[in-house]
């Protein structure tokens, strides 16, 4: 006896913001592959074909996309790294040196809440 048929394994390529068709929205849309296998006793043995589509994450529209289109739209969506790239800034009191934010205020607002030092919350106006 022996058992065949067919089998089909999706995998993600990209994470898109598209403009959709039904719905009008810029929205996120997932770009997989769907691969279609021949299977032999549960083990996939020879691909049958590949199908690769886009997903609105707003309405869930799917449409089919070529392949071009999709290897395309993968290179735009991870841009190559460059090659001696300036490496990040170095970091003084957890800020870059040159521009960054400036340090945030100390002691701003009164305290509220839990007070570790004395092991209780503060007795303004609670429960009096």
Same mark, same amino acid.
């Given at each position: 006896? %022996? %058992?065949?048929? !067919?089998? #089909?394994?999706?995998?993600?390529?990209?994470?898109l913001t598209?403009?959709?068709p039904?719905?009008h929205?810029p929205?996120?849309?997932?770009?997989? @592959?769907? #691969?279609?296998?021949f299977t032999?006793?549960?083990?996939p043995? %020879?691909?049958m +074909?590949?199908?690769?589509?886009?997903?609105?994450t707003?309405c &869930?529209?799917t =449409?089919?996309? #070529?392949k071009e289109?999709?290897t395309a739209?993968?290179?735009?969506?991870?841009?190559?790294q460059?090659?001696?790239?300036?490496?990040p800034?170095?970091l003084?009191? +957890?800020y870059? $040196? $040159? &521009? +960054? !934010?400036?340090?945030?205020?100390?002691n =701003? !607002?009164? @305290? $509220?809440g839990w007070d570790?030092q $004395?092991? @209780? !919350?503060p007795? @303004? &106006?609670?429960?009096r």
């Amino acid at each position: 006896m %022996i %058992i065949f048929g !067919y089998r #089909s394994f999706v995998k993600f390529l990209a994470m898109l913001t598209l403009v959709c068709p039904r719905c009008h929205n810029p929205a996120a849309h997932r770009l997989q @592959q769907r #691969s279609r296998w021949f299977t032999l006793f549960f083990v996939p043995v %020879i691909p049958m +074909g590949f199908t690769r589509f886009t997903t609105c994450t707003f309405c &869930g529209l799917t =449409q089919r996309v #070529s392949k071009e289109d999709a290897t395309a739209m993968v290179a735009a969506a991870n841009p190559p790294q460059q090659v001696g790239a300036p490496q990040p800034a170095q970091l003084q009191n +957890g800020y870059p $040196q $040159q &521009g +960054g !934010y400036p340090p945030a205020p100390q002691n =701003q !607002y009164p @305290q $509220q809440g839990w007070d570790p030092q $004395q092991g @209780q !919350y503060p007795q @303004q &106006g609670w429960g009096r």
